[in-house]
């Protein structure tokens, strides 16, 4: 028999006391509450977890903050809900979190609950892009879900941007923002060039079906579904659960969730799940990935085995997994290191092997699709000159997220190159007419292939840095007008 999988995510959590908190925490997570008008942050109740307003990601005067409508606040509701921004205006609106190690994996999550925020009543659509990659198109289908999003990625600078990307769709929003670190060991799929976008992630089996497991039961505070269907499958639990973590596990896939599994109601019954591939608009078959983990947690009689048979659409899912035996001490995580072969729909069928006693069980399950990161974002060392240009000058118009990437949302006034196979480089920056006040700052020298520099008709004063005379390419500079 065949189940469907749920395409979002709900949850709901128990609310929040207040409390002082602006920093990331000393496990490395950065939890923000967007739109939150409060200057302090708080904790949350249900995971202890340091909550942060978003001002201190986002530029001044971006965005605007909202409260749902009251009709969607619920008892249970947990407070990151209620308050979001939104981005009425601008293209591209995006967050900056700082202070990462160039070259770890981090997990990114956005939450997004409309609750008619705006009074309109009207669903928006729109994308989301971690720095220069395309990450997922958010599209609200009821006023009342609460969504998450999250990727699995390679952060290559010392700072990740997490842009809001207005399609045409409706105003987008953010109701929160969570990034945790990873060791660089787990989900060896995820490398500087592709990332994971969660599809599913599903805890088969716990009694209680309004219990999700998270941090600190999932010290990645990764966020596992409860997942049964009481017609179809029956669960088995064990209090002890499997004792311990391999070494080398890969996906650390929580005690909490391995405690608990499935199997079908009738012996000789499988476990199926069927999910269609969603189009993005970069591409309209995206590939999958699935983890799915395995662990025995019935006390088996002599002479009797439990052997699982698990196949794609018909066909042997993994290399060797056509007799796979639940350990009772360990997870066995099965999963494949490249996307399965394109399908219109994907069917996994976990049977019992003809040899095996036993029926099939499964204790939890993760689905990915894939997204590449390829797109490089400008040259770090101009990125940093900008923004520290944009920060002396106060400059507003477009400048926000990579100066140069995506090309159709490259930064007003600035142009670049993009040398194939490297990071663009800006070329040029045009900041005449633009209210400019103060010295001509020596930062402009160290954009280093820059070639025309006008920062005519300003307020600026003072001297023209002496630096700016050593850039090999630089060949127009007007400062006329200050
Ligand atoms: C926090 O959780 C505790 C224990 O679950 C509960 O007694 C308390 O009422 C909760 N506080 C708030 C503000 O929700
Ligand atoms: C958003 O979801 C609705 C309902 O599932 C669907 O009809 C619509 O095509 C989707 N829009 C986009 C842009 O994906
Ligand atoms: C939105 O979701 C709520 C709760 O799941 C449901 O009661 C309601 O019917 C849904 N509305 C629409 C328009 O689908
Ligand atoms: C159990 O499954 C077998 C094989 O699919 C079927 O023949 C049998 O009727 C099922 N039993 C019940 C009680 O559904
Ligand atoms: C199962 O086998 C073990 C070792 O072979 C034996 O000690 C035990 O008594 C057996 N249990 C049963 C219930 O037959
Ligand atoms: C799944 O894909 C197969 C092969 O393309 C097709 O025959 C089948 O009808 C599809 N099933 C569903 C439920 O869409
Ligand atoms: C597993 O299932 C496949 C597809 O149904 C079948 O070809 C294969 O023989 C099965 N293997 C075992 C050990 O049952
Ligand atoms: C099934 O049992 C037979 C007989 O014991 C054995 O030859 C065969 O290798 C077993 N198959 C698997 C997949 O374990
Ligand atoms: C800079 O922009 C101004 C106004 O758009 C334009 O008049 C001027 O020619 C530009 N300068 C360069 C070097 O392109
Ligand atoms: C320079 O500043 C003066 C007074 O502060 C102001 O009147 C003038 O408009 C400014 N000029 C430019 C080009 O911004
Ligand atoms: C489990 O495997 C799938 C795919 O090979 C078959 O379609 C199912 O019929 C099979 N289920 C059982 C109970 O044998």
Not at 131 to 137: D, E, I, K, Q, V
Not at 175 to 184: F, H, I, N, Q, T
Not at 241 to 266: C, H, M, Y
């Amino acid at each position: 028999m065949t189940l469907w999988l749920p395409l979002l995510l709900w949850i709901t959590a128990a609310a929040g006391v207040p409390q002082a908190r602006a920093q990331p925490d000393n496990k490395g997570f950065i939890t923000i509450d967007c739109g939150l008008s409060e200057e302090m942050g708080y904790v949350d109740n249900a995971t202890k977890l340091s909550y942060t307003p978003d001002a201190g990601f986002i530029d001044a005067d971006t965005g605007t903050n909202h409260i749902i409508s009251p009709e969607y606040v619920v008892p249970a509701l947990a407070k990151v809900w209620y308050s979001l921004r939104s981005f009425p205006t601008g293209m591209r609106n995006c967050y900056t979190l700082r202070s990462l190690m160039p070259g770890l994996k981090y997990m990114i999550r956005g939450r997004f609950k409309y609750g008619n925020y705006d009074g309109l009543d009207r669903l928006p659509v729109f994308d989301l892009h971690i720095g220069a990659n395309y990450w997922h198109t958010v599209n609200i289908t009821n006023s009342t879900d609460a969504v998450f999003v999250e990727a699995i990625v390679v952060v290559p600078e010392d700072f990740m941007q997490v842009c809001l990307v207005d399609t045409g769709g409706g105003t987008p929003f953010i109701s929160g923002l969570d990034l945790r670190p990873l060791k660089r060991t787990l989900y060896p799929q995820v490398t500087p060039a592709q990332g994971l976008v969660l599809f599913a992630r599903l805890n088969f089996g716990p009694t209680d079906e309004t219990f999700y497991v998270r941090y600190p039961d999932d010290p990645h505070d990764r966020i596992w579904r409860p997942w049964g269907n009481k017609v179809m499958w029956t669960e088995i639990s064990m209090a002890s659960g499997v004792q311990n973590i391999a070494n080398e596990d890969l996906f650390e896939a929580p005690k909490a969730v391995l405690k608990t599994a499935i199997k079908p109601r009738n012996a000789s019954g499988d476990l199926e799940f069927t999910w269609y591939p969603v189009p993005t608009p970069k591409d309209p078959s995206p590939g999958y990935i699935a983890i799915l983990h395995f662990a025995e947690l019935e006390i088996l009689p002599n002479n009797t085995v439990r052997q699982l048979n698990i196949t794609l659409n018909s066909k042997p899912l993994y290399l060797y997994t056509s007799d796979i035996v639940p350990d009772r001490i360990y997870d066995i995580a099965l999963y494949n290191s490249g996307p399965f072969i394109r399908h219109n729909n994907y069917t996994i069928s976990i049977n019992a092997t003809a040899n095996s006693t036993l029926p099939p069980i499964i204790n939890a399950a993760e689905i990915f699709s894939l997204i590449p990161t390829t797109n490089l974002g400008t040259d770090s060392q101009d990125v940093s000159a900008i923004m520290a240009i944009k920060a002396k000058y106060q400059v507003k118009k477009n400048w926000m997220g990579d100066p140069c990437v995506p090309k159709s949302m490259a930064w007003d006034r600035l142009t670049c190159s993009y040398p194939p196979g490297s990071p663009p480089r800006i070329t040029s920056v045009n900041l005449s007419s633009s209210g400019l006040n103060g010295d001509i700052s020596s930062t402009f020298a160290n954009l280093k292939t820059i070639q025309y520099l006008d920062l005519s008709n300003n307020n600026l004063t003072g001297s023209i840095p002496d630096a700016l005379s050593q850039l090999p390419s630089l060949t127009f500079l007007d400062v006329s007008g200050n």
